[in-house]
């Protein structure tokens, strides 16, 4: 971005964007510098984004008219800690109104793709129509300025997200990675693709350790434009840190906000994954499709308990201080790290552990390891499995499916992998399109198609507003 300005507030046209608007069916590009229209436009991300979508009409999420909008937020990049985010927005496969008609979304995740893309010269990517080829997407720094240049991608379909990302590693040794799974390449059949995003840990030490933008089927959107994978590659370009931005994130993490999920050894709770113990409290710990049972089930989750059995290592994305991931993997039998598993943050781990019965820590990570290498939201997977089976436990007699029940690993992971590969649609299209082709639609907990997050709705009056309204990412 390029400030002619110091008050963005009161002269926004004084700060210009850089955006590309590549239209993949022609190959033609256009990269202009625009001047923002307010302040939404200065901060980024999906505040400039839902401007361009809202002048759109789209009835149907695939359909040519409807863009994949790539961009980053004003602090992407800088040294203000946290400023990791890379939105993907579009009009959502999986969300959408009572009339049919899709909804605009937004999802993000941070990792350092969004930084390198930001690096790179480029603000905004906008993706139009769609490619007949698979392809990837090269973003350059260059000395004429940012350049974007598409790949053929033939090497890398039916890959994991992670795979994919450790593929495009051998010819893009500077660079990070934005990528879809099978499920993306699966659009027909599901509409919960996430976007990959890699992390600095994973480029290191090739373990899938990827943050996603999971929400609303940005990943399928992708996919159905034939995009397979961006790279964002240029040198990296982290500022010195001005004393504001020094107190700013001195404030990050030792103002409060962050303390829960900093790491125990710095006095925190762990991750997001403490929430397990704060809601068990109350006994609110979402329980097979959201009925907790008011006992200490929940408890086996706890990070003590898992602690036991696995090793549980704390890591953050690059230069972040919070340091909110924690990082399961089996313990060998002399106390080591073994093999990588899968990381634990809130919403997955309940989703694809308790929420489904499933109260083993090692069968949960790899239920979440597939979600995550499929390229899967895994809230919208989570709540439409726990639906299906709550539909089985209702109907012993004619079970859907492959008659899964709560609890019943095998044939869960049966259900995630087949809807990973685009062969189970009523799964991979989310709750309520299955739950409306069965008419039993009371107990299917999404807000208008997308699934909601792991808590009690009940417990806040608030919830399905901000589910219809906003939207919960995974980070
Ligand atoms: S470590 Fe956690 S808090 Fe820090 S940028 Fe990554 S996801 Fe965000």
């Known amino acids: 971005m390029r400030f002619l300005t110091t008050d963005p507030a009161a002269e926004p046209s004084n700060v210009l ?29 999906f505040g400039r984004s839902f401007q361009d979508l809202a002048e759109r009409k789209i009835e149907n999420a695939y359909c040519d008219e409807n863009p994949l909008i790539v961009n980053t937020g004003l602090l992407t990049g800088s040294s203000a800690m946290t400023g990791m985010r890379t939105y993907f927005s579009g009009y959502s496969p999986i969300k959408g109104s009572k009339a049919g008609l899709p909804a605009a979304m ?27 080829q698979p392809v990837y997407v090269v973003i350059k720094e260059t000395d004429v300025g940012p350049q974007v240049e598409l790949k053929p991608a033939e090497h890398l379909l039916g890959l994991s997200t992670h795979d994919k990302i450790m593929v495009l590693q051998k010819d893009y040794a500077d660079a990070h990675f934005a990528a879809i799974g099978q499920a993306g390449e699966n659009w027909q059949n599901n509409f919960m693709g996430a976007v990959a995003l890699s992390t600095e840990n994973q480029l290191k030490e090739k373990e899938d350790k990827c943050r996603f933008a999971g929400r609303g089927g940005m990943g399928s959107l992708m996919g159905y434009k034939n995009i397979l994978a961006l790279v964002a590659q240029s040198s990296d370009k982290m500022k010195p840190l001005s004393e504001a931005v020094k107190k700013v994130n001195v404030n990050v993490i030792k103002g409060g906000g962050s303390a829960r999920i900093q790491p125990i050894r710095c006095g925190g709770g762990g991750g997001t994954w403490a929430a397990y113990d704060v809601l068990q409290e109350f006994h609110a710990v979402p329980v097979n499709n959201f009925r907790p049972q008011g006992n200490a089930v929940p408890e086996k989750l706890f990070r003590e308990n898992v602690e036991k059995e696995y090793d549980i ?120 399109r299955l739950s409306e082709s069965l008419s039993e639609t009371s107990y299917a907990y999404h807000v208008k198609g997308l699934e909601i997050a792991a808590y009690q709705p009940e417990t806040n009056p608030g919830y399905a507003w901000a589910s219809a309204h906003r939207w919960w990412l995974i980070v």
Not at 109 to 120: C, I, N
Not at 336 to 343: C, I, N, P, R
Not at 348 to 357: D, H, K, R
């Open 17 to 45: 964007y850089k955006r590309c608007t590549f239209d993949l069916r022609t190959g033609e590009q256009r990269m202009e510098e625009i001047p923002c229209r307010n302040l939404e436009d200065v901060l980024g991300g």
């Open 313 to 432: 290592k704390s890591q953050a994305c690059y230069r972040c201080g919070i340091t909110c991931h924690n990082n399961i993997s089996e313990k060998n039998a002399d106390g080591s790290k073994g093999e990588f598993l899968a990381k634990f943050d809130y919403e997955p781990l309940n989703l694809l552990s308790t929420n489904i019965g499933v109260h083993d820590a090692g069968q949960a990570a790899r239920l979440i390891q597939l979600s995550d290498n499929y390229g899967m939201d895994a809230i919208s997977l989570g709540v439409t499995i726990s639906y299906a089976l709550s539909y089985n436990e209702r109907h012993p007699q004619a079970t859907i499916l492959n008659g899964a029940t709560f609890g019943d690993y095998e044939k869960i992971r049966e259900l995630i992998i087949q809807a990973g590969e685009g062969k189970l649609p009523e799964i991979g299209q989310g709750s309520m």
């Open 106 to 132: 937004w999802s993000t995740g941070s990792g350092k793709f969004g930084a390198k893309f930001k690096w790179t010269g480029l603000d905004e990517l906008i993706f139009e129509n769609r490619s007949e």
